[in-house]
């Protein structure tokens, strides 16, 4: 085994994926590498910071069920559901651009104004794409 | 699915509820943590099932196709061409956060990472998202993705790499 490899190697190992035989000659390969098992050290850290952002997922059965049973009864409707769908996704993507606009606006803002302690810390800084100050939201709306 | 293919709504609920969380992740994580598009992405997903359950042949798993229409949805999503907010300034954050040292430190690495993540290209991104964090193997990984294996197993390591980087300050 040459050096060059070795990350992939160890990184196929790590996810389980390396053969007992390559396993081994990994293994060996490390014990007399130095370089190498400081590299494969850094891939293991990055991918151990990687957990740092936990994402919970989330229920979306009960918007899907409403749908699925509006989409049932649309020939009673004189407008095809799926016009309307269609409208709603437009401006759902409409009202995304827009909340877009607004982030950029409030970074482009606080990037000019002076730090002042009266204004909350989290609704003047640029980098919180999701803050939820709905008073500094209205005002810049 | 058979159940569902018949119009069974009860079923195709069970089905939704058996792959909501993952569908939800997984979009979430490709778009950068935008909740409210990756729970439309997983809904559309499971729609165009739905939609399309006459024409339901049982081959292959049902998760694997979810997960590829998701990839394509999120692919097709706008959010996908928006540049994320510069990760040099990142650190600035812990400044304007409330709360004990500690959560604003875990708070501004994840959002870190989350940035980092975001800033992958998308073929290393949705291998590092789906071998990383949703455990699958490269097998199903290639399945999913329809590419060879070797090419799962290298975007993997691409994906590490470039974190590995970007993440640098954090990791010293």
């Given at each position: 085994?040459?050096?060059?490899?070795?990350?992939?190697?160890?990184?196929?190992?790590?996810?389980?994926?390396?053969?007992?035989?390559?396993?081994?000659?990994?293994?060996?390969?490390?014990?007399?590498?130095?370089?190498?098992?400081?590299?494969?050290?850094?891939?293991?850290?990055?991918?151990?910071?990687?957990?740092?952002?936990?994402?919970?997922?989330?229920?979306?059965?009960?918007?899907?069920?409403?749908?699925?049973?509006?989409?049932?009864?649309?020939?009673?409707?004189?407008?095809?559901?799926?016009?309307?769908?269609?409208?709603?996704?437009?401006?759902?993507?409409?009202?995304?651009?827009?909340?877009?606009?607004?982030?950029?606006?409030?970074?482009?803002?606080a990037?000019?104004?002076?730090r002042?302690s009266?204004r909350s810390a989290d609704a003047r800084h640029p980098l919180l794409?999701?803050a939820?100050n709905?008073?500094?939201?209205?005002?810049?709306? | 699915?058979?159940?569902?293919?018949?119009?069974?709504?009860?079923?195709?609920?069970?089905?939704?509820?058996?792959?909501?969380?993952?569908?939800?992740?997984?979009?979430?994580?490709?778009?950068?943590?935008?909740?409210?598009?990756?729970?439309?992405?997983?809904?559309?997903?499971?729609?165009?099932?739905?939609?399309?359950?006459?024409?339901?042949?049982?081959?292959?798993?049902?998760?694997?196709?979810?997960?590829?229409?998701?990839?394509?949805?999120?692919?097709?999503?706008?959010?996908?061409?928006?540049?994320?907010?510069?990760?040099?300034s990142l650190p600035e954050t812990a400044d304007s956060m409330e709360g004990?040292?500690?959560?604003v430190?875990?708070r501004v690495?994840?959002?870190?990472?989350?940035?980092?993540?975001?800033?992958?290209?998308?073929?290393?991104?949705?291998?590092?998202?789906?071998?990383?964090?949703?455990?699958?193997?490269?097998?199903?990984?290639?399945?999913?993705?329809?590419?060879?294996?070797?090419?799962?197993?290298?975007?993997?390591?691409?994906?590490?790499?470039?974190?590995?980087?970007?993440?640098?300050?954090?990791?010293?």
């Open positions: 085994m040459i050096c060059k490899t070795t990350r992939g190697q160890w990184m196929a190992q790590r996810d389980g994926e390396l053969s007992p035989e390559a396993t081994a000659q990994l293994r060996a390969h490390l014990e007399g590498c130095p370089e190498c098992v400081k590299a494969c050290a850094a891939l293991e850290a990055t991918l151990q910071a990687a957990d740092a952002w936990a994402v919970d997922g989330s229920d979306v059965w009960a918007s899907i069920n409403q749908v699925i049973a509006l989409e049932s009864t649309e020939s009673v409707f004189s407008e095809p559901l799926s016009a309307v769908m269609a409208e709603l996704a437009v401006l759902r993507k409409e009202m995304r651009v827009l909340r877009t606009e607004v982030q950029m606006l409030r970074a482009e803002l990037a000019r104004e002076p002042s009266t794409p999701y939820t709905s008073e500094s939201r209205l005002r810049l709306v | 699915m058979i159940r569902a293919a018949q119009g069974d709504t009860q079923a195709f609920g069970r089905l939704v509820e058996k792959h909501q969380r993952r569908l939800t992740r997984f979009a979430e994580r490709m778009l950068g943590g935008d909740r409210e598009s990756a729970a439309d992405a997983a809904q559309e997903a499971f729609l165009r099932l739905w939609r399309s359950r006459e024409h339901y042949r049982p081959q292959g798993q049902i998760e694997r196709l979810l997960l590829r229409i998701v990839r394509n949805i999120c692919l097709d999503s706008a959010r996908m061409r928006t540049p994320p907010e510069s990760l040099n004990p040292a500690s959560d430190q875990s690495f994840a959002e870190t990472v989350r940035q980092a993540i975001f800033c992958l290209p998308e073929p290393q991104r949705v291998v590092f998202v789906l071998t990383h964090y949703e455990g699958l193997t490269y097998r199903e990984v290639a399945a999913i993705l329809q590419c060879p294996l070797g090419t799962v197993a290298s975007r993997k390591l691409a994906a590490v790499e470039i974190l590995r980087r970007r993440l640098h300050d954090w990791n010293e």
